[in-house]
């Protein structure tokens, strides 16, 4: 008999034990509508099963986990006793198969090493792939099937354009994380077409962003109209182009005085970056950092408390509403602004793409590349001369030509 589904989470007492402890299972989809369930607690777990019956999740407890104590297979079970309990009645060749959530193992395990986005792909997998097609056979995938799929990671409630459009993008984004997985075993030879996802194409003219950004004005109103402990964060970002998690992480001893720029020690998604300031900026940062210690939080809130994750929103929702911004804006439209006023000053992109902490220009270009001064409209309006066409008298005028 071929190996059954595998979750490295689960499979034993070690991975298990690194788990948190939590009242909801970590659950593992093992067949359609089918899953398998590991409750951890604080004494060890136990194995539950749930089915989607009548539109509707039934849950279940099957026994206790072997954290504590050997498998006697009745009311202590392996991971492996517990997927085959769950499974009773159901017959084994349309379980044991090669599956998709084996490709995704395959593929994490094959690109963990040599990726840099391997965390990203595997969130990806985790969240959008495993729950709802992992205990499929890869042999028995069909394109309708996966289009099925894919239109329910792209779907949503909202009826903004805009919303729908990131949503489709994001199920492209996770479409590729599938068709890498599968070619990958496809090219392994655990499966012998691929017809099946390569029918399969993703959502077009959704990839390009619709970047909202601030004029200088709407800027200036923004900052005035914020309460003073939130004033110093939202002058940083539109100073710096930094993220929210940025600015709230930053010490004192992340500024440097002599050489006029702040560290960014982490960043989402790369290495850390330090970022150059205006004569503004500076004077800014000597504000900030002056009388602290370097281990110092940079930003704090009144009283000096830390700014946590998402103590931003409700002061953005204020700002915005005092400053007659509407409709209102997230932290992040700093950073675009930012980088957009940059762009519209002739700044090059990989200027701006340093900068801002990009990789490349790649995603520089995709948010700011047309607000930048365009030199062929500039020569073009600056040396064609006119024909004239609908000048009364009909006479044409060359201006310009001798």
């Known amino acids: 008999m071929a190996r059954a589904p595998r979750d490295a ?7 298990r034990g690194r788990l948190s402890a939590r009242h909801e299972p970590y659950w593992r989809q093992i067949h359609d509508g089918l899953f398998l369930g590991y409750r951890k607690t604080k004494g060890g777990g136990s194995w539950h099963v749930r089915t989607y019956e009548g ?8 026994a206790l986990a072997d954290d504590n104590a050997d498998a006697d297979g009745v009311s202590v079970l392996s991971y492996r006793q517990a997927m085959e309990k769950a499974m009773e009645g159901i017959a084994p060749e349309r379980v044991y198969g090669y599956t998709v959530g084996q490709a995704l193992d395959d593929y994490l395990t094959e690109i963990e090493a040599r ?31 996966i289009r099925k799929w894919l239109n329910g990671v792209a779907a949503t409630d909202s009826d903004d354009p805009e ?8 199920a492209n984004r996770v479409l590729t994380v599938l068709k890498a997985a599968l070619n990958h075993a496809y090219r392994d030879g655990k499966v012998d077409s691929d017809s099946a996802w390569r029918r399969v194409q993703p959502f077009q003219n959704v990839d390009q962003p619709r970047i909202r950004y601030l004029t200088h ?15 110093p964060l939202l002058r940083a970002a539109l100073l710096t182009g930094c993220r929210y998690g940025e600015l709230a992480a930053m010490v004192a001893a992340d500024y440097d005085p002599d050489a006029g720029t702040v560290r960014v020690r982490e960043a989402k998604g790369g290495p850390g970056r330090h970022v150059h300031l205006t004569d503004e900026g500076r004077q800014l940062f000597d504000r900030l950092t002056a009388g602290k210690k370097r281990g110092d939080r940079m930003f704090t809130r009144d009283g000096g408390g830390v ?24 932290f992040h439209v700093l950073r675009h602004t930012y980088g957009s006023m940059l762009a519209a000053k002739g700044v090059p992109l990989q200027v701006i793409a340093r900068a801002l902490g990009h990789a490349d220009t790649r995603m520089t270009e995709r948010h700011y590349a047309h ?5 062929v409209a500039e020569q073009v309006r600056a040396h064609l001369p006119e024909f004239g066409g609908g000048d009364d008298d009909g006479v044409v005028s060359m201006r310009g030509q001798p």
């Open 9 to 15: 989470r689960l499979e034993t007492r070690e991975a």
């Open 55 to 62: 539109g509707k999740y039934r849950k279940r407890k099957l």
């Open 115 to 145: 990726s840099k986005s391997y965390a990203e792909t595997k969130q990806k997998a985790e969240q959008h792939i495993r729950e709802p097609l992992a205990a499929l056979e890869v042999g028995r995938l069909t394109a309708a099937r």
């Open 163 to 170: 919303d729908k459009r990131k949503r489709k993008a994001t």
């Open 217 to 231: 004005d709407e800027a200036r109103r923004l900052v005035n109209a914020a309460v003073p402990e939130f004033r």
């Open 307 to 330: 700014w946590g994750k998402s103590h931003q929103h409700r002061f953005m929702r204020d700002a915005c509403s005092q400053a007659g911004i509407d409709p209102p804006i997230g």
């Open 371 to 375: 607000l930048q001064p365009d030199y």
